[in-house]
Structure formats: C-alpha cells, structure tokens
C-alpha cells in the first residue's frame, strides 16, 4: 500500500464588510432582546444559572443576565459588546444603573431627573423592595440598615449555623491584621469574652518579654495588639494555643484610631510606651478590665462604652444554602450599596418615570423605586451608546480560515 502525503494547508485571512442596513438590523435585535429581558425580569420569569442551579432573577441580577446574553452571528456579537460595554461602564459608577439605562436605549428615550439629599426609610425600604425581591437578601439587608449599616463598617462571613445572622460589635477599632505566622497555623478570625487587651507601641522581640502575660493567658485570653512580632514570638504563641495551655494572640497594627497612642489608656487599655520608658517585661497583669474582642482579617474591635467608639456589623450566611451562599452574599453586599446610594440622592419612583413615557414604565413593574444617582448615570450611559450607534457606518470583521 503506498500512502499519500496530504497536502500542507494553509491559512488565510478574510473580511467582510457589514454596512448600515445589516447593522441597523443588529441593533434592532438587540433591543428585542433586552426588552424581552427586561420584561421578563418584570413578571420575575426570567432565570441564570448559578453554580450548576438554575436561580430565579431579580432586578438586582440585571447584569448577571446579561453576562449570559448570547448572539448567533458575528455582527450580533459586535452591537452586543457595544452594548454590554456600555451597561457595565454605568453599573461601575452606580449600582443600578445598567438596569435604567437599558431602559432608555430600548425606548429611545431621553431622561433628565433632579436628584434630591434626603429621602425616608420607607423610599429607601421601597427601593430594597423592588431591587431584591422578598426574599432573604432584601430581609438581611434591611435589618443591617435598621441596625446602623449604613454608617458602620460591614461585613461578610459563611458560618456552618442553620440561620443566617448578623452580629452587632461596638467598640474601639484597631486596624490591622492577625500575625501571619499564627494565623497559618492557628486561625485569622476570633470572638474573644471577658478577656485582656495590651497594646505595645512597638516590636516584640523576645519570647521571655512576654513571659509573665503568657502565663496569664493560661486562665484569661489575651490579645497583645503591637507594631511587629518576631518569628519565635509568634510561633510560641500558637504553640501555646493549640496545646490548650493559654490563648495569647498577636494582632499586628496598621493604624491604632486614636491620635495619640496612650488615649488608649481612657480605655482601661494596658499601654507600653517605649517613650516613657515602659518595659514589656514589666507588664503586670494582675488587675485589668475585661473586654469582649471580635478580631477579623483586617480589624480588632475592642468592646468599650464611650461615646464616639466605632461599630461593625458581621453578616454571617449560612452554608446550608449550598450553592447559593456566594449568591445570597453577592446580593446582600448589592443591596447595601443601593440603600446607601439612595441616602445620599434620594429615591425616584415609578411615577415619576411613568410620567416621561408609558413605553418605559411597561418595561418595569409599578413598584419600581431606584436611587436617583442610579437613574442619572442610567441616562448618560443610554445617550453615550446612543451616539455610538448612530456613528457607526461600517463594521469590518477578520476572520481565517484554511484552503488545501
């Protein structure tokens, strides 16, 4: 049998030309489309997958369905980057916006809003409403809001309980970080009750300093908050912590939130100055006033009852939402970001819009409430792709392919 030696191939390139009418044909096959979504985000049909479930959507989710917009042909494909480009540029500068500018740009419609500085609970719980559903996101986030989520530090953790909570911590806050070395082998996230504070202005260089709070530690918890640990510093202390003979833990500091170092002492804070001649060594630990310490992975919060002292809020999601733990978080932490845009713009509601066009307003359920900040870059967004579209004369496409 004698074989054949097939030919090279060889590759080559092409182009074609998509001129004004196929565009313009493009253009208004995307609008469908997104009306199409938009509709049916309206009457809560429309659906995305979310780690392999299928997950019904809400406002909230606009542009999650878009990340799954599809195009069949490639001059489909170049409006939809257009497009998608522009809703997402919008989204970056307000959350929301994607949703009013698709809106706009399916209606050809033009919208000037004044925006307002104040608005109400009930706007902003109205806009919460319309934006995340009645479900357990919209719940979380509007009882984070009633508990002073939008003027507080918030944050996000997955936690093995049934329920899904949220825990309030007050008190002075520290920022930083658990030293490395202990957070590899210990932990990086703690609930400390009733337990010692020291803060040392300064390196911890040796493990004898310590000795005397070491053996504290073996019947109190301590947090020793400082400047820098040394490798053997650290080491010691989870060695301590995980033979169970005393809980001493090193948080390194970045920022004390205090203008001067000893105001922590105000605070019934054990304070090592190395400028008035403090020792750490000298530490004695035989009174002190016990604190109740949440330590995360980038602050120490110090329960105290001054005023002025600083607060957190914990969401803790439960995993038992498998797959959808990551989903209920991302839309909380949405939710959140709407609620405080609102504060700051105030809210535009459904007749406000309705008023400037009936086509618009069928596009959205009678609930619609979103903040005004949003509505005004939904704007400029939809009259950006706009002039886009109608500069665009010509597209040119190179694609190859292979001739034997």
Partial sequence: MTLVKSPKTSTRQFTELFFEEQLASAIKKAKAEIAEILLSLRDRKAVFTYSGQIVTAVPTDFPRLLAEWGAKSQVQQVIRNIVTSAFFSAEEKSSGAALVAAGLWVTDMSLVVGTKKRCTDEEVKNCLSYLGGNGLARATAEAVIELGGLGCRVEFEETDSPLT????????????????????????????????????????????????????????????????????????????????????????????????????????????????????????????????????????????????????????????????????????????????????????????????????????????????????????????????????????????????
């Fill in 165 to 404: 909570r949220i825990l309030a911590t007050g008190g002075r806050e520290i920022q930083g970080c658990i030293d490395p070395l202990f957070g590899d082998r210990v932990g990086r996230s703690f609930d400390l009750e009733r337990c010692a504070v020291v803060a040392i202005d300064g390196s911890v260089e040796s493990v004898s300093s310590l000795h005397s709070v070491l053996e504290t530690s073996a019947t109190v918890p301590v947090v020793v908050v400082a400047v820098q640990f040394l490798p053997d510093v650290s080491n010691t202390m989870a060695e301590t912590w995980k033979t169970g003979r005393g809980k001493c833990l090193p948080f390194v500091v970045s920022s004390w939130g205090v203008e001067n170092f000893l105001d922590l002492e105000k605070q019934e804070i054990f304070c090592v100055s190395a400028e008035r001649g403090d020792t750490i060594s000298g530490l004695k630990l035989e009174s002190y006033r016990p604190f109740d310490v949440s330590v995360s992975s980038n602050t120490c919060v110090v329960s105290t009852e001054s005023v002025g002292s600083n607060s957190k809020l914990t969401v803790e999601v439960s995993r038992s939402l498998g797959g959808l733990t990551g989903l209920a978080k991302d839309r909380v932490k949405m939710l959140l970001g709407f609620a405080r845009q609102s504060a700051r713009s105030g809210v535009t509601k459904w007749e406000k819009l309705s008023e400037e066009s009936q086509h618009f307003s069928d596009l959205y359920s009678r609930d619609l409430a979103i903040s005004s900040s949003s509505v005004a870059a939904g704007s400029r967004a939809s009259e950006s792709l706009k002039k886009v579209l109608q500069e665009l004369g010509c597209v040119i496409l190179v694609s190859q392919g292979e001739k034997k």
